[in-house]
């Protein structure tokens, strides 16, 4: 099975403009979740969607805010970009997140720095 | 209050030996998952092992073991036989109902 993808890898912005990550699940993967990972602040929960609604949310402001499309592709969008929102974007997928076992398996993340 | 705490920010270790990276949780509900994942400096979060909160017996995976003391509410990570490609961030985490949670990690350096 292939893996996480997440496109794109890299990506340069500007302060006050807008961003659109992408995440592609594992096949038959259900849950998509979304975390930032700072140096400062470390790994921080987004959002988690499930059958295309958003099931839990982390603290962020509304900048942030994502989908989950039918076939379980996953987007974050980070709106009037800020400086501190340099970062690494992880995507995580899981068949469920609701049975014990289920384990989160990363993609390779999206760095975003924004100028 | 932080329901994982990683309490070694860094460690080093030598090649070829053992090494024990800590992980207390916290939780009221009796069923829970505890995994460990590794980051090289890559970016990428690399799933390591998991256990269970009803699973009797410690879960090994390869040179990773996870000492799993309930009681105290602990998950330490056992890496047996160190080798250089083991430097890496190792974030504990765990799995309570549909969330999860992860810990503050702690960077690990094997030195040849």
């Known amino acids: 099975k292939a893996g996480v993808t997440q496109t794109p890898r890299y990506l340069i912005k500007t302060r006050g403009q807008q961003v659109t990550l992408s995440c592609s699940p594992i096949s038959g993967h259900r849950s998509v979740s979304w975390y930032q990972q700072t140096p400062g602040q470390g790994l921080q929960f987004l959002f988690e969607y499930f059958s295309e609604t958003q099931r839990n949310k982390g603290n962020f402001p509304g900048r942030f805010s994502g989908r989950q499309f039918s076939n379980s592709r996953s987007e974050m969008n980070v709106s009037t970009l800020e400086l501190g929102d340099s970062a690494l974007y992880l995507c995580?997928?899981?068949?469920?997140?609701?049975?014990?076992?289920?384990?989160?398996?990363f993609g390779p993340g999206t760095r975003l720095t924004v100028l | 209050a932080q329901k994982i705490t990683q309490t070694q920010p860094g460690m080093f270790v030598q090649e070829k030996e053992a090494v024990t990276l800590d992980c207390t949780y916290d939780?009221?509900?009796?069923?829970?998952?505890l995994f460990w994942y590794k980051q090289p400096s890559s970016g990428e979060m690399i799933f390591l092992i998991y256990?269970?909160?009803?699973?009797?017996q410690n879960a090994t995976e390869g040179r990773y073991s996870l000492n799993f003391q309930k009681a105290r509410k602990s998950a330490n990570l056992v890496i047996s036989a160190s080798q250089l490609g083991d430097s890496a961030m190792y974030f504990c985490a765990m799995r309570e109902a549909n969330k999860f949670y992860f810990g503050s990690g702690t960077k690990l350096n094997v030195k040849p």
């Open positions: 256990q269970g909160s009803y699973d009797q």
């Open positions: 995580a997928s899981s068949p469920l997140l609701t049975a014990t076992r289920d384990t989160q398996y």
């Open positions: 939780t009221s509900d009796p069923s829970y998952g």
